[in-house]
C-alpha cells in the first residue's frame, strides 16, 4: 500500500463497483487485450511524450502570485472540450455500470453483461487518456499545469469536486496499481511557488498555512477557505465556462489518469 496522501471522489455505493472495473479492467489490458485496445499503447506513447517534454506532475512550478491567466484558462477549456465526446460515453457507460451493480439479485447472464460493460468502459477510458493527451501536447499544456488548473479551480474555487463526497483510497497488486491523485504532487508545487515569494509577503505567509494543512490533513484542498482575491479577479469572467466545462462523470479521471510500463508489466494509474 502506498504511503502517499490520496485524493478520491466518492461516487456512492456504486464506487465499488468502478473500482473493481478499473482493476480488472486494467489487469485484463495488460495482461491479454492490450492489442486490442489501441487508445492505451496511444496513451502510453503520448505519456512518455509528455513526460519528455514537461518532467513529472510535480515538476510544474505556478506564478509566484498564483494566478491562472487568461490565456491558460482558455487552454485549459480547449482541452476540457476535447473530451466531451470521450466523458460522454464515459458518462452513458458508468450509468450502465451503476444500474447493473443496483441489483442485488444477478442471474448469471447479468454478470456476463456486467463484465462486457467492464471491458467497455475500460475501452472508452483509454479513448479519454488518449485525448486528454493529446489535446495536452497540441495546445501545449503539461499535466502538472493542467492537474493544478483542475485543482483550483473545480476543488479549491467551485467546490464541484467535493460535492460527491471525498475519501481516500489507495489499491496495489503485482499487476496493477491504481490510486486517486496524490497531494503531495500538488505540496511539491505549492512548495515551489512558495520559494518565489519572500518572507514579508503576506501570500507567503497564507501560502505556508495552505502547505502546511495540506500535509497535516491529506483531504485539505489547497485554499478551500476563499482563493486570493488576485486570482478571484481573473477567475471570475469564467465562472460560466468552468462549471460548463466541468465532467461529473469523469471526476476521478479528470486531474490525471495516466500509464506507465513497469518491469514490462502495462499498468494504469491515476495520479
Known amino acids: 500500500m502506498s504511503a502517499k496522501r490520496n485524493w478520491f471522489i466518492g461516487c456512492g455505493v456504486g464506487c465499488a463497483?468502478?473500482?473493481?472495473?478499473?482493476?480488472?479492467?486494467?489487469?485484463?489490458?495488460?495482461?491479454?487485450?492490450?492489442?486490442?485496445?489501441?487508445?492505451?499503447?496511444?496513451?502510453?506513447?503520448?505519456?512518455?511524450?509528455?513526460?519528455?517534454?514537461?518532467g513529472e506532475v510535480e515538476d510544474y512550478c505556478p506564478p509566484a502570485d498564483g494566478v491562472i491567466t487568461s490565456d491558460r484558462i482558455n487552454i485549459f477549456l480547449a482541452i476540457q472540450d476535447s473530451l466531451s465526446?470521450?466523458?460522454?460515453?464515459?458518462?452513458?457507460?458508468?450509468?450502465?455500470?451503476?444500474d447493473a451493480d443496483s441489483s442485488d439479485d444477478k442471474s448469471f447472464g447479468d454478470v456476463v453483461d456486467l463484465a462486457k460493460s467492464a471491458i467497455g468502459f475500460a475501452a472508452t477510458i483509454g479513448d479519454y487518456m488518449a485525448a486528454r493527451n493529446s489535446a495536452q501536447l497540441s495546445l501545449d499544456m503539461s499535466p502538472g499545469e493542467y492537474i493544478y488548473?483542475?485543482?483550483?479551480?473545480?476543488?479549491s474555487?467551485?467546490?464541484l469536486?467535493?460535492?460527491?463526497?471525498?475519501?481516500e483510497m489507495d489499491f496495489e497488486s503485482d499487476v496493477v496499481h491504481y490510486s486517486s491523485v496524490t497531494s503531495d504532487?500538488?505540496?511539491?508545487?505549492?512548495?515551489?511557488?512558495?520559494?518565489?515569494?519572500s518572507?514579508?509577503?503576506?501570500?507567503?505567509?497564507?501560502?505556508?498555512?495552505?502547505?502546511e494543512s495540506m500535509k497535516k490533513d491529506s483531504s485539505h484542498t489547497p485554499w478551500q477557505g476563499g482563493l486570493p482575491s488576485e486570482m478571484l479577479t481573473v477567475l471570475e469572467p469564467y465562472r460560466y465556462d468552468l462549471e460548463s466545462s466541468y465532467k461529473q462523470s469523469a471526476a476521478m479521471l479528470g486531474i490525471g489518469l495516466r500509464t506507465e510500463i513497469d518491469d514490462d508489466k502495462f499498468k494504469f494509474e491515476v495520479k
Open 17 to 54: 463497483t468502478v473500482i473493481l472495473v478499473l482493476v480488472i479492467g486494467g489487469a485484463i489490458i495488460g495482461n491479454m487485450f492490450k492489442d486490442k485496445f489501441s487508445g492505451y499503447e496511444d496513451v502510453e506513447d503520448m505519456q512518455c511524450q509528455l513526460t519528455d517534454r514537461y
Open 199 to 211: 518572507e514579508s509577503d503576506l501570500l507567503y505567509v497564507e501560502l505556508a498555512k495552505e502547505i
Open 161 to 167: 469536486e467535493s460535492a460527491g463526497g471525498l475519501e
Open 185 to 197: 504532487d500538488l505540496i511539491l508545487q505549492l512548495e515551489c511557488q512558495l520559494g518565489q515569494l
Open 85 to 98: 465526446v470521450p466523458g460522454a460515453i464515459l458518462a452513458e457507460q458508468w450509468q450502465t455500470l451503476e
Open 157 to 159: 474555487w467551485l467546490n
Open 149 to 155: 488548473i483542475y485543482v483550483i479551480t473545480y476543488k
